[in-house]
């Protein structure tokens, strides 16, 4: 267990992943793993962000009420299904799997797609494309879901992509990211990042976490749909960023 400072400074940075998930409804992996990994070692960093993720999607998904929660869950099924095996299946490749490629490969692709919609560029799927893209999207963010617990960057892009209003796109990231935190705790538990020490470390950051969320959640609905869709960038541009900063510093 980690000695009072330590769980201090772990706890504000929950609190602060919380507000920005709240806010935008994604990034809490990785201001907490990139937080956490300043003054952790990268494992423990990812097994303490397990638990506060799982229940704070958990809120999200179920903001809107279990009924439409459950619709969404049907309707995304072709990008949760590919995200929930290729997670369970990338976390155990933790150990193996160079995190400079990891994280350089997934950055640079976000950044740019971040920056271009900046720019004011838009991505557009035909319909009788979507399939293909949710199925492409959900392979992708598990693979790297699963080793590095960061899977919110592919499948917020492929959300905006389809322009849906700020609610919606809220409650789908929480489904979708709620049935992959449930596949990250499965795969880790089978790759021993998630033991006994590390889950009451990650118990202790839940509070924390919810109340961020809860400010969070304040904020985004005082948002109108333009300020929320460039937030949503511009904190997708500030992560792809970082995660080209880690590679970068672990090369």
Not at 127 to 151: H, K, P
Request: charge should be positive; proline fraction near 4%; charged fraction near 10%.
């Amino acid at each position: 267990m980690a000695d009072f400072g330590v769980l201090i400074l772990a706890m504000a940075i929950a609190t602060f992943a919380g507000v920005v998930k709240g806010t935008v409804g994604f990034a809490m992996p990785m201001v907490m793993i990139s937080g956490l990994a300043s003054f952790l070692p990268a494992e423990q960093a990812l097994a303490a962000l397990i638990l506060p993720t799982l229940v704070t999607n958990l809120a999200q998904a179920l903001r809107n009420g279990l009924a439409e929660a459950l619709a969404s869950t049907r309707h995304y099924w072709r990008l949760i299904v590919p995200l929930c095996l290729c997670v369970v299946l990338s976390a155990q490749l933790v150990p193996l799997v160079s995190q400079h490629a990891l994280l350089l490969t997934l950055g640079l692709p976000i950044t740019a797609f971040a920056l271009t919609q900046l720019a004011g560029w838009q991505w557009r799927f035909r319909t009788e494309n979507r399939a293909r893209a949710e199925i492409a999207t959900g392979i992708l963010a598990g693979l790297w879901g699963g080793m590095s617990g960061v899977w919110g960057p592919p499948t917020v892009a492929f959300l905006l992509s389809l322009d849906i209003d700020k609610r919606e796109n809220l409650r789908v990231q929480g489904v979708i990211y709620l049935i992959g935190a449930v596949a990250l705790c499965v795969g880790h538990a089978g790759s021993g990042v998630l033991n006994a020490q590390s889950l009451g470390f990650s118990a202790l950051l839940v509070l924390p976490a919810s109340i961020g969320l809860w400010l969070g959640f304040r904020l985004h609905d005082r948002l109108d749909p333009v300020r929320f869709r460039r937030g949503t960038l511009i904190v997708l541009t500030l992560s792809g960023f970082n995660l080209i900063r880690r590679a970068i510093a672990l090369d």
